[in-house]
């Protein structure tokens, strides 16, 4: 039997294997040359090999499968063989290949080859539902956390459905990183809101992979619960995590945005507004600006004309000053003496009842009124330093003129 131009040896290959170019190999010789080829130590001639031992499986899988299948025996002498024939095989994606495959998952002695298989099950995508169990089950495998991990992705991708608790069960509890990523990622695939309250809490992962992946997770998921912890994420240290989160927030509807952030405001409109401000930040949406603007246009619009009649008093308190230190030397000590009791004190009040505290609580509202409040601000430490300076000259001047009198008063000895 001729092979099909498609099968035939790769040129490397039929160099290495020292084939001469004008002979032509049936399949099944050529796929005894291709698992031989697997025992090489170079890794482009193995990935050549399986890339024909895939052109071979899908093309003639009664003879090559088979073949492919027995390569996978533990007692091969080269590792190197066994892992390039359980990659044909999950390229080939053959549904007689699953149950086999299940039966080295469950009971490789080599935790790398069950870790591979695992792989591999993954990548064969629907056809292998029938290894969604026994995927479950590794997910406790306590030997290996690569077998964990892979087992994990391989149940997003096929979509094992009832592996939901299990998968938020293994997430609770596993140490290594890698899988916990992969655990993020699988409940995400399957779209399950029993997965929220474990999503929600690996957002908090020390493991900025984890965190990332539980952020995308829950933007395939769409539930309401998750705007708030995503919002916070979206200000992750890590730029790749806000992107994830971001794109979370993107897959809400406006109403559930809207709706979430309403329910925990509980009618405290600067609350509100906080919040639409850290979620257009880094979402566009008219509907939300709408709404967010007509919270916060009237606020903005009272604060400022609350920060003119504060401007205004501050500056009235300079020309207060001014005015006094331009007379302060023809004042007299009565005089001085009420400045000091009376009046600046009253000035000095009317200063210290000042506060830009509530204009400064929110960093929308400061973004709002950035001018407005450094204009204020500016003010109000020049008040403050003037009327200092005021009543230091002042209580200066009154004891000068006390001495001076005092000096006057003394009686001559003549």
């Known amino acids: ?221 769409r539930h309401t619960d998750s705007v708030l912890p995503l919002l916070q994420v979206a200000k992750d240290r890590d730029v790749n995590v806000q992107g994830k989160a971001i794109w979370a927030l993107q897959q809400l509807p406006a109403e559930v945005i809207v709706s979430e952030i309403e329910k925990v405001a509980q009618g405290d409109s600067l609350i509100a507004i906080q919040y639409y401000d850290e979620y257009l930040f880094n979402v566009d949406s008219d509907m939300v600006l709408k709404i967010y603007k007509e919270i916060k246009d009237p606020i903005i619009t009272e604060y400022q004309a609350e920060l003119v009649k504060i401007k205004t008093e501050l500056e009235r308190c300079k020309i207060f000053v001014s005015e006094n230190f331009s007379k302060l030397a023809n004042l007299s000590v009565e005089e001085l003496e009420t400045l000091i009791q009376r009046d600046i004190p009253a000035i000095e009040s009317r200063i210290g009842s000042i506060s830009l505290y509530k204009y400064r609580k929110y960093k929308w509202i400061e973004n709002d009124l950035y001018f407005d409040l450094e204009q204020a601000d500016k003010l109000y430490k020049e008040s403050g330093v003037m009327i200092s300076e005021l009543r230091d000259n002042t209580e200066a001047l009154r004891k000068k003129k006390n001495k001076k009198a005092s000096i006057t008063d003394v009686p001559s000895k003549n």
């Not at 992705?153 to 609770?172: D, S, T, Y």
Request: charged share 30%.
């Open 1 to 221: 039997m001729i092979p099909n131009k498609e099968e035939d040896i790769d040129p490397a290959l039929r160099k290495i294997m020292q084939i001469p170019d004008d002979q032509e190999l049936p399949p099944d010789a050529l796929c005894d040359v291709m698992l031989r080829a697997l025992e090489s130590h170079q890794l482009l001639i193995r990935a050549s090999a399986v890339n024909q031992l895939v052109i071979l499986g899908k093309n003639n899988p009664q003879m090559a499968i088979p073949k492919i299948l027995a390569a996978l025996d533990p007692s091969i002498d080269y590792w190197t063989v066994r892992f390039g024939a359980v990659e044909a095989l999950g390229e080939i994606a053959n549904k007689s290949t699953v149950n086999p495959l299940v039966k080295y998952l469950e009971s490789d002695e080599d935790p790398d080859f069950r870790a591979m298989v695992a792989k591999q099950l993954g990548e064969m995508g629907d056809i292998a539902i029938e290894a969604g169990l026994s995927l479950i089950k590794v997910l406790n495998d306590t030997e290996s956390s690569e077998v964990r991990e892979n087992a994990a992705h391989a149940i997003g991708q096929i979509r094992v459905l009832n592996a939901i608790e299990p998968l938020i069960k293994a997430l609770e509890k596993e140490p290594e990183e890698y899988a916990r990523r992969e655990m993020s990622w699988s409940l995400g695939e399957l779209k399950d809101a029993r997965a929220l309250s474990v999503l929600i809490n690996a957002l908090k992962d020390k493991d900025k992979g984890t965190r990332g992946n539980a952020a995308e997770a829950l933007g395939k998921i």
